[in-house]
């Protein structure tokens, strides 16, 4: 009974995933919230039906890396050529600004140090965390406003491609700043991250044309989906085992690399099947098999409260304040700034990475989860809120 006991942990994160998806939906909240929310229930931290196992693990690995193949797969490098300047020093300060008041709120609370201190690393860690963007909530309420391809919402997503681009290597680069993940210090560490672009773009561009040529000569045909699935997995195998990088990264790449294919939808659509019925749900829930308020207290409640209002009004001051700058009038900015406050995937692949070095332990998910919550209900509802202030 023992050996298939895995069957019925699989039946019950799946079902259970779905029916609070589909609740966290009615109740105008995104899908993954009550994803997790099963996972929270069923977990250790509440009921303990289901505890996590090495399989289940495995496979949550495998939906984080779809997850990042498909972000990568649905970048638009044209758009990002077109944003050009403004969204990269959109994107920048909208990192750099959350970084640093999130390491400051975690260091006020549990201790300052030095850098290269475990303080000052886990710090840094979760002002890491905060610095992610995900604009799928914006974008759906621009679409709906008809704002989606003005100057302001060209500017709100050019930046949130390139956020994620600048998260993925500052989150190699702190992991790798861990006591013994690289003796060498952060000179090696960035020397690795720029040796495994050079190699990602030089073998990118051959596979590329292998890409086109099967895409070409077997279109919409499984083969396509199946060798892009491929190269995933293996540029994110090499990436962790042979420069120390997330494995993550590399399947963020590998989607990079491949999203300029004409059969790009096609693979999506097809890696999207496995992922959203399977590997991403088991993902998530198990973001909340790993949450603990075994050591919630009072300090790490108002840490939690705090740490919503440093995430959101980081992002309006990073991105906002940089648009100002760059010549957008107040309202403009505003805009930008609210665009880039909503928090999902990045920011819970982030943490389950943080988790995994030992830069964070499972009770800092409740803050996140309360992050991504409040940041999906209050960001649509005030971009509505300056969109009506128009003349």
């Known amino acids: 009974m023992d050996s298939v006991h895995y069957l019925f942990d699989l039946a019950v994160l799946l079902f259970s995933a779905k029916v609070f998806g589909i609740a966290a939906k009615k109740l105008g909240a995104p ?59 959109i994107a920048f300060a909208g990192v750099a600004v959350p970084v640093v008041l999130g390491m400051l ?15 000052f690393l886990k710090g840094l860690f979760i002002g890491v965390i905060i610095s992610a963007t995900s604009v799928s909530i914006t974008v759906a309420a621009l679409k709906e406003l008809g704002k989606l391809n003005d100057e302001v919402g060209t500017a709100i997503t050019g930046a949130a491609i390139i956020d994620d681009v600048i998260g993925i290597v500052v989150l190699t680069i702190v992991i790798g700043m861990k006591p013994g993940a690289n003796s060498a210090g952060a000179g090696s560490i960035l020397l690795k991250v720029v040796l495994f672009f050079a190699l990602a773009i030089g073998t990118g561009f051959l596979v590329n044309l292998g890409m086109h ?24 195998y090499i990436a962790e085992t ?47 098999l790993k ?53 999902g995937e990045v920011a819970l692949i982030t943490a389950q990475k943080g988790l995994a070095a030992g830069l964070l332990t499972a009770d800092f998910f409740t803050a996140i989860i309360l992050l991504i919550l409040v940041s999906s209900i209050v960001t649509p509802i005030c971009l509505n809120y300056v969109y009506r202030k128009d003349p």
């Open 213 to 236: 040529w099967l895409d070409s000569h077997y279109p919409h045909m499984r083969r396509v989906p199946i060798a892009s699935l491929c190269y995933c997995f293996l540029l994110g």
């Open 291 to 343: 949450t603990s308020f075994s050591a919630m207290n009072l300090r790490l409640l108002i840490f939690s409260i705090l740490f919503v209002v440093v995430a959101l009004t980081g992002k309006v001051i990073g991105c906002g304040g940089s648009a100002l700058l760059l010549g957008f009038n107040r309202k403009d900015s505003l805009k930008i700034g609210i665009g880039m406050m909503s928090r």
């Open 31 to 89: 899908e993954v919230v009550g994803q997790i929310a099963a996972g929270l229930l069923l977990g250790p931290a509440v009921f303990g039906f289901v505890t996590e196992t090495d399989f289940l693990a495995q496979m949550a690995e495998i939906g984080v890396m779809m997850l990042m193949f498909e972000a990568g797969l649905e970048t638009d490098l044209k758009k990002m050529r077109q944003t050009g300047l403004k969204a990269t020093v």
């Open 105 to 119: 709120l975690f260091m006020a609370f549990y201790g300052f140090g030095g850098p290269g201190s475990d303080e």
């Open 242 to 288: 042979y420069f120390g990088i997330a494995d993550i990264t590399g399947a963020y790449v590998a989607g990079v690399v491949l999203c300029n294919l004409s059969d790009r939808d096609y693979i999506e659509e097809k890696v999207d099947i496995s992922s959203y019925m399977v590997f991403a749900p088991l993902f998530f829930t198990g973001i909340g």
